[in-house]
């Protein structure tokens, strides 16, 4: 295609064997560059993909519910505590914040 398209640019005196070969070989050298190119950018998202996937299992495996919900849990306990008032729960509760 690109010997046709150059056509009424070459000189009769090129040899058109080497002008072929020459495009042909930087169309090959073009293509191959392009996929190292490519290899290399799926390989660096490959590797950012895979130290995110880290950091969730880091993260995941640290965590602890009784950390996560502690407020929660005080919470639910001191509403527990007031609708069943009485002197057994205020020790309790005195007791339990120690």
């Known amino acids: 295609m690109t010997l046709w398209e150059t056509r009424n640019s070459i000189s009769s005196e090129t040899n058109i064997p080497g002008y072929t070969f020459t495009i042909v070989k930087n169309k090959c050298l073009n293509y191959l560059r392009d996929q190292a190119r ?7 998202i490959h590797s950012v993909q895979s130290d995110l996937i880290d950091i969730d299992i880091a993260s995941l495996a640290a965590c ?7 407020d929660e849990i005080f919470e639910i306990l001191h509403e527990t505590l007031k609708k069943n ?14």
């Open 64 to 70: 602890d519910p009784n950390v996560l919900f502690h």
């Open 85 to 98: 008032a009485g002197s057994n729960t205020s020790v309790f509760f005195t007791q339990s914040l120690r």
């Open 38 to 44: 490519q290899l290399k950018t799926k390989q660096k």
